[in-house]
């Protein structure tokens, strides 16, 4: 029987899965936050949205929904923002505020879920959602909420989010999920590993998991793209995506880039 997952547990999962021991794994197994081509990726994504905003404003806003351990906040903060940072993890804010403790007075933390943010009034020029989207069961929901707080040639950034699955090649779906299981055989915990993919494969999901409530794109295609793209161009905004590859090892990395074998995406929407 095919089990499915409540959409309003998602929050908790999040913060369950990256408590203390959890925060730590994932920032030693985060691409984007290991390898120097993705670093140095995003961080020019970064200084491309933040040059745009500081062309139309003196003061460039951002919030950073699910900002994580603080690697886009810190991008941020170092070229001159003022940052609210929001994330339902207090360990994962705890790092952001040691990484980031030279910007304090430009920096905000707000310990709570995206959607409470979100219904503040604030205004920004910059709304970002930086390996965040997956873990939220309806982004679309969530991305439309957050382009009514975008201030007018503001702009919306995410970062490191699954392809959706079906859009991809054959051989971008097939070397990305060999990668994968290249790099997971040795973490440890293999057999449940292997029991928890075979489970999924066989569409079940366990609600009240925190592995199946907050790792969210695995219960639903990854994350749709082409849908992003045509809501921010139906709310006025200009959308731009970029595909790339990304994977946990290093090796496979430079193999699956160099092979132009695209699983992951960036969106920038600027405002009209």
């Given at each position: 029987?095919?089990?499915?997952v409540d959409h309003r547990s998602a929050p908790d999962a999040n913060r369950v899965l990256y408590?203390?021991?959890g925060a730590s794994k994932y920032v030693n197994s985060a691409p984007h936050l290991k390898h120097r081509r993705l670093v140095e990726f995003h961080t020019s994504l970064v200084e491309s949205v933040y040059s745009a905003a500081a062309r139309d404003s003196e003061t460039v806003?951002?919030?950073?929904?699910?900002?994580g351990e603080g690697s886009c906040a810190y991008n941020f903060l170092r070229l001159g923002a003022t940052v609210t940072a929001v994330d339902i993890s207090e360990h994962q804010l705890e790092r952001l505020q040691v990484r980031c403790k030279c910007f304090s007075q430009r920096l905000e933390l707000r310990h709570e879920d995206a959607w409470d943010a979100l219904q503040r009034p604030d205004r920004y020029e910059v709304v970002v959602a930086n390996s965040f989207l997956h873990h939220v069961p309806d982004y679309l929901a969530l991305i439309r909420r957050a382009l009514a707080h975008i201030a007018m040639k503001g702009q919306f950034l995410s970062f490191q989010d699954p392809l959706r699955y079906d859009t991809m090649t054959r051989t971008s779906y097939a070397f990305s999920n060999m990668s994968y299981f290249a790099w997971r055989t040795f973490q440890g915990n293999l057999w449940q590993g292997l029991k928890t993919r075979i489970r999924r494969a066989r569409g079940i999901y366990i609600e009240g998991s925190k592995e199946d409530d907050a790792e969210y794109h695995v219960t639903r295609n990854g994350v749709d793209q082409i849908a992003i793209c045509s809501l921010l161009e139906s709310s006025g905004f200009h959308c731009r995506l970029i595909r790339y590859f990304?994977?946990?090892?290093?090796?496979?990395?430079?193999v699956g880039s160099w092979l132009d074998l695209p699983n992951t995406f960036a969106v920038v929407g600027r405002h009209s």
């Open positions: 029987m095919v089990t499915t408590d203390e021991a806003r951002v919030l950073d929904l699910g900002a990304s994977t946990q090892s290093a090796i496979l990395q430079r």
